[in-house]
């Protein structure tokens, strides 16, 4: 079991009075893509803001645990979240806006991720950047270095972002709707970037998406969520993922693929 990077267990999260995540349980391994798969809602944002310690103010914990490499998640204290957040795990959202900062160069943003967890600085640290601008597909990295976020175009926001989250060598990288936002062409390509990168680095990818068709593509195993239970789980063998739903819901939903 060395390969479980995510253990989720029991959790549960509310927002009031309403259970928006109901005692959940999954797990992400390595080298392996997982998918969160669920209409908008069901509590996919939720479930991942939860396991890092992000849920905003209004929500609170009813249950739960969440093991990275068998250390609970839930329990530490902030200061050692702190560490873990960016390094251990890293997430990427719908839209770069959310975590870019408009007023940093991305090379700035990507360098503060490489001295705060590995120390570098100087010629190593402008090295290191240039690399991930490279190995995130951005073009010109040596040029690129010096933009800041509203001089790249949507999908260089997208692989810039993907580059801060590499920057700190995650086992477990969260991507929630990472292309949703995006044209259809530049989805395709940053989804290839993420599994490229995935297998490159055996590093747990779990995807959170409402794209059924993307999760039958990409995913090793996938679990379906619905008003903040999880249904039905499945596992890729050989190019089939979604084979024999059991669930009525899941049927349903998988009825629309084409
Ligand atoms: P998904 O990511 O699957 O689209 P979310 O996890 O964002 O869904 O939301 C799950 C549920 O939690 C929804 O019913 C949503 O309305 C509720 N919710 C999410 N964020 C908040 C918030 N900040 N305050 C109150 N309710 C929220
Ligand atoms: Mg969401």
New binding site residues.
């Given amino acids: 079991m060395n390969d479980v990077v995510l253990q989720v267990q029991d959790l549960a999260i509310a927002?009031r009075q309403e259970t928006?995540v109901d005692r959940i349980g999954f797990q992400v391994r390595r080298g392996e893509t997982f998918a969160l798969v669920?209409e908008?809602?069901?509590?996919?944002?939720?479930t991942a803001l939860g396991v890092m310690r992000l849920l905003?103010p209004?929500a609170r914990y009813l249950d739960g645990r969440a093991h990275l490499h068998g250390e609970d998640l839930l329990r530490l204290p902030e200061w050692r979240m702190n560490r873990i957040r960016g390094r251990r795990i890293a997430m990427i959202f719908q839209d770069p806006m959310t975590c870019l900062n408009p007023v940093r160069t991305v090379g700035e943003q990507i360098g503060e991720v490489l001295t705060l967890h590995f120390g570098l600085r100087g010629t190593g640290r402008r090295r290191r950047v240039l690399e991930l601008l490279h190995q995130v597909g951005i073009p010109e990295p040596d040029r690129r270095i010096d933009s800041y976020p509203h001089q790249l175009s949507g999908g260089q926001r997208q692989r810039a972002m993907i580059a801060i989250a590499l920057a700190g060598e995650p086992d477990l990288l969260i991507a929630d709707e990472p292309t949703t936002a995006l044209d259809v062409t530049i989805q395709a390509q940053i989804m290839a970037l993420l599994t490229r990168l995935q297998r490159q680095r055996q590093m747990a990818l779990w995807l959170i998406t409402h794209d059924l068709g993307l999760v039958a593509d990409v995913a090793d195993r996938a679990a379906v969520m619905q008003q903040g239970r999880i249904l039905e789980t499945f596992e890729r063998r050989g190019d089939k993922l979604f084979e024999r739903p059991q669930h009525p819901y899941t049927r349903k939903l998988l009825a629309a693929l084409p």
């Avoid at 908008?40 to 939720?46: L, Q, R």
């Fill in positions: 927002f928006v669920g908008s809602g069901s509590g996919k944002s939720v905003p209004a």
